[in-house]
């Protein structure tokens, strides 16, 4: 490789470190996360931007990936309970307090996969692993016991541990963010007391 080449092959690499991190810090505004923000805060054309992303959800993807910290780390302050309900409510509020946080992103990726949800899987979906850690004391009763009722459980959960619900409560039912993640929650409680109940153990 020439030192031309070389030179080239480094401005490529931090023009892209640029735009992800521009990506990063306007994220974590939690305002509106657009292609041309991202490019304006990065000093680059639009057409440099989608020349390195063809996407705003692959460019949103790599920009948050590494900012949510593990389940298990996520879950840290109550690893020594064994109560499913109380596991399970902090890891709701901890998903929605997250959301509200980074909200501008998170809503320009739901909306790009609503309309193209072949690309679903490139979210996150950070809830699925907060919700298989905060339901591990359940894994040797009801999820040895009832796996279908064990997995229904995680799938009601995973409608309300989710920032769509967290919007709906906000945006349609006109709750603020503190009443949204309350409403979210509670429910959440609701769904896995239901089910510690059926093993006998509440």
């Known amino acids: 490789m020439t030192e031309t080449d070389t030179g080239r092959s480094n401005q490529k690499k931090r023009t892209r470190t640029a735009i992800v991190e521009a990506a990063r810090d306007l994220i974590g505004t ?24 063809p996407d705003l959800p692959s460019l949103i993807g790599e920009a948050l990936a590494g900012v949510w910290p593990a ?30 946080a980074r909200q501008g992103a998170v809503r320009a990726m739901i909306s790009a996969t609503i309309t193209r949800p072949e690309a679903a899987s490139g979210r996150p979906g950070i809830r699925f692993g907060l919700i298989d850690e905060a339901l591990t004391p359940l894994r040797g009763t009801l999820g040895a016991a009832d796996p279908e009722a064990f997995a229904q ?50």
């Open 30 to 53: 939690g305002a509106e996360v657009t292609m041309p923000a991202i490019a304006r805060a990065a000093l680059v054309s639009d057409a440099t931007a989608y020349r390195y992303f």
């Open 71 to 100: 389940p298990a780390d996520a879950l840290r302050p109550v690893e020594g309970s064994r109560d499913p309900v109380e596991r399970v409510a902090f890891a709701c509020e901890f998903l929605l307090r997250g959301v509200l």
């Open 153 to 202: 459980l995680k799938r009601d959960l995973a409608v309300v541990v989710s920032a769509e619900a967290l919007f709906s409560l906000t945006d349609l039912c006109g709750l603020d963010s503190d009443e949204a993640v309350a409403s979210a929650v509670r429910t959440a409680r609701t769904l896995t007391e239901a089910a510690v109940r059926a093993t006998g153990e509440g």
